[in-house]
Every structure is written in structure tokens, then in C-alpha cells.
């Protein structure tokens, strides 16, 4: 059973540039979920999707940020325009139920703004 | 405010001995637990859980300890490996909430040394 994958891995960007990371959740996963961790420091929640709604985006940092999962599968998030303190690393997990269980993360998508 | 709190950024013990991972948390409504292991350019891999109900899991040389009343738990590792060494994740949910997103804490790097 293949994991979850993120793409890219690494991106560079300028401050006012778009850019655009992919997550394709484990298969048959309903969850997704979007993170970040910046500077080393911990962990912070994002977004929650079941199937294609957004069941919780309280971890949202501004409306620069756009995340879709059109047709419940693979997941989008968009940052536009990127602004230096976006820079971090974005974790992607999915899960098979909803609620606290166990989630599997991807290996992350490494965001420089410079 | 930070929810889930790991004070100790960096551990380091002897191959063959007992590695403990401190973990607090401050939020009363949080009623499951999971620790995660991190290697670099890596997504975080779940390790072990627990449930509010218990308070204490066992899987293997990993053994979770959760203290309700001191909003406390630890992760214990016996005997610890050189594979062990990795950043730990302290992370903490709302069992019957509609949404599984998990508030994690900084973060303490274990080194074990052969």
C-alpha cells in the first residue's frame, strides 16, 4: 500500500509569487489533513478535509492560503502571494476515520520564500 | 498559547538504557494521546497512542504513561537503540470531536549513543 506522497518536495519562491503543494493521501483515506512546522518549532494544524468538504479549517493563518480537494482525492494548497513567514515545512496526513485516530504523514514539502 | 508543551528539546542516553520523554499538556477537554517519531526530511511516524481511559500502553520496548490529574504523560523506551534517534512528538486530540486534528508539542530530540 503506497503512503502519502507530497510534491514537490522543495520549493523556492520570491515574496508575491504563487505556489502550489500536492498531496495525494493514502488510498481509500477520507481525512486528509494539512500542517506546518516553521523555524523548528512545533507542529501547527491547518485544515481537516472529509472526502471534498472542509469538516475544520480553524488553523488557517489568512485567506492568502487556499486548500481544495476536488473529488475527495488528491489535495491542493495554495499560497497567494507567498510572504517570507510562510516559509516552512507542509506536512500532509490522511486517515481512515474520522475523529482522534492515528494519521499517516507524508514526508513534506519544504517551502523557502525568499 | 501553546496546549501541548515538551520542555526538554534534546535527551541523550546510553545504547541499552531507558530513554524517558516528557510530555504536558494544559487543555482538559484533550482525551487521547499519541507520540510520534520524526527523522530528518521525513513526515512524522506514529509510534503509540492512549486513551483518557487508561493510563498505561504498551507496545514493544515503547511503553506510554499518561497522569490525568498532572495533565502529564511520557513516553518510555527500553531498552533504547541507536535507531531511536529521532525527534519526538508529543501530540494530543479531542477523542469524540468531530474533527481528529492533533495539537502537537515542540518537539525533543533523542540521541542514543552506542
Known amino acids: 500500500e503506497a503512503g502519502v506522497t507530497q510534491f514537490p518536495s522543495h520549493s523556492v519562491i520570491e515574496k508575491g509569487q504563487t505556489v502550489t503543494l500536492r498531496c495525494d493521501p493514502i488510498?481509500?483515506?477520507?481525512?486528509l489533513y494539512w500542517y506546518r512546522r516553521v523555524m523548528g518549532k512545533e507542529i501547527k494544524f491547518l485544515l481537516h478535509f472529509v472526502k471534498e468538504s472542509k469538516q475544520d479549517e480553524s488553523g488557517m493563518p489568512n485567506n492568502r492560503f487556499l486548500a481544495e480537494r476536488t473529488g475527495g482525492t488528491y489535495s491542493t494548497l495554495k499560497v497567494q502571494p507567498a510572504e517570507l513567514e510562510d516559509s516552512g515545512v507542509y506536512f500532509c496526513a490522511s486517515s481512515h476515520w474520522t475523529g482522534a485516530y492515528e494519521q499517516y504523514f507524508g514526508p513534506g514539502t519544504r517551502l523557502t520564500v525568499t | 498559547d501553546q496546549q501541548v508543551k515538551q520542555n526538554s528539546p534534546s535527551l541523550s542516553v546510553q545504547e541499552g538504557r531507558i530513554s524517558i520523554l516528557n510530555c504536558d499538556y494544559t487543555?482538559?477537554?484533550?482525551?487521547?494521546f499519541l507520540w510520534y517519531k520524526k527523522y530528518p526530511a521525513e513526515g512524522p511516524t506514529f509510534l503509540i497512542s492512549i486513551s483518557s481511559i487508561k493510563d498505561k500502553n504498551e507496545d514493544g520496548r515503547f511503553t506510554v504513561f499518561l497522569n490525568k490529574s498532572a495533565k502529564h504523560l511520557s513516553l518510555h523506551i527500553v531498552p533504547s537503540q541507536p535507531g531511536d534517534s529521532a525527534v519526538y512528538f508529543c501530540a494530543a486530540s479531542v477523542y469524540s470531536g468531530n474533527t481528529g486534528k492533533l495539537i502537537f508539542g515542540q518537539g525533543t530530540t533523542l540521541q542514543v549513543k552506542p
Open positions: 488510498s481509500g483515506h477520507d481525512n
Open positions: 487543555n482538559s477537554m484533550f482525551d487521547y
